[in-house]
């Protein structure tokens, strides 16, 4: 029996090794190292034959076969276009050294510079059921206009765990988002989402961190959401931007739930949002419920009247989870 025998699984005189949160599974691994690999002349299945990014990864994964793609944590991964994701229960893990999740400032990153597509929408748009992404950055900087998100959520039953989530491009234009979250039953856990080194919004709500506007995925919509300890960041330019939003009345499909996360806006930004969580309408397909959060620079939790509920040790929203500045008894 070998040492290694990664298209089994990753082994050591035949004992899996779960080191690095490399996960055991029945399908195949591929490496993804920007740095030291190549698209055109490796097969991705050894660490000697890694891919050069993690495009060509999915190409060579099989739909519903719980392939693994670990990325090397070394470089950035530059993408040339959109990666548009279709494939089922494929898994993508950073290899970020250990301990592995961290949730902000992974190593294993991808990005997507100015592509000049329209249809190039994201840095990763997601449409496949039970895929997962691990301590994986994702960032886009594209200047674009149609390039609107960072990741375009439109799977079923996704999972993102201790990943980040970073736009630096179109930052007051309207309606633009780190995450467009179209996804149905799509989790994200210890996942940061935003920034607060970037200012955003100029006249209104410009640029939340989530946005929820229905059907931007063809037949997407948000329903039954789950964010949990979430770290949501902003550095406002206006009271209006916010940390979700949504422009119609059908946005939310019955639940949104948003738990145990903070909505932190940036002590150095132009305003304090008025609202971490708000829509243009009144929800009428189902609820938000803002469960044991916390808020710094925010005023209120949730816009009034809109299908926006909030639990937690206080029951007004003009005190409830406001983190309160230390001072001598």
Known sequence: MSLTHFPNGITSFGVPIMGGMA???????????????????????????????LSRAYELCTSNN???????????????S??????????????????????????????????????DIATLKNTGVRN???????????????NLYTVAEGGEYTRYNFCEIYKSGLLTTDLTAPLLMNGDSSQFYGTTIGDLVNTRGASGVECP?????????????CRDGWFENCRLLTKAAHIDVCFFYGPNATDVERSLMIKNSVFWNSSLAVADPAHAVNFAAA?????????????????????????????????TDATSGLAVECSTP
Not at 28 to 37: A, E, I, L, S
């Open 82 to 119: 959109m990666i548009d994701l279709t494939k089922n229960r494929i898994h993508t893990v950073g290899l970020n050294g250990f301990p592995p999740l961290a949730g902000y400032g992974a190593g294993a990153r991808v990005t997507l510079g100015t592509t000049g597509v329209a249809t």
């Open 132 to 146: 997962t992404f691990t301590g994986i950055k994702f960032s886009n900087t594209s200047a674009t206009a149609t």
């Open 283 to 315: 929800q009428t397909q189902g609820d938000v419920l803002v469960d044991n959060c916390s808020r710094i620079n925010v005023t209120y939790f949730g816009g009034v009247d809109l299908k926006i509920f909030q639990t937690g040790a206080v029951s």
């Open 66 to 80: 719980n392939d693994v793609v670990l990325v090397d944590g070394d470089s950035e991964i530059v993408e040339t």
């Open 209 to 221: 961190c989530v946005m929820l506007t229905r059907e931007q995925i063809t037949g997407k919509v």
């Open 23 to 53: 996960p055991a599974t029945f399908g195949n691994y591929y490496f993804v190292d920007y740095r030291n690999g190549s698209d055109s002349d490796n097969n991705g299945r050894t660490k000697g034959e890694a891919l050069k990014t």
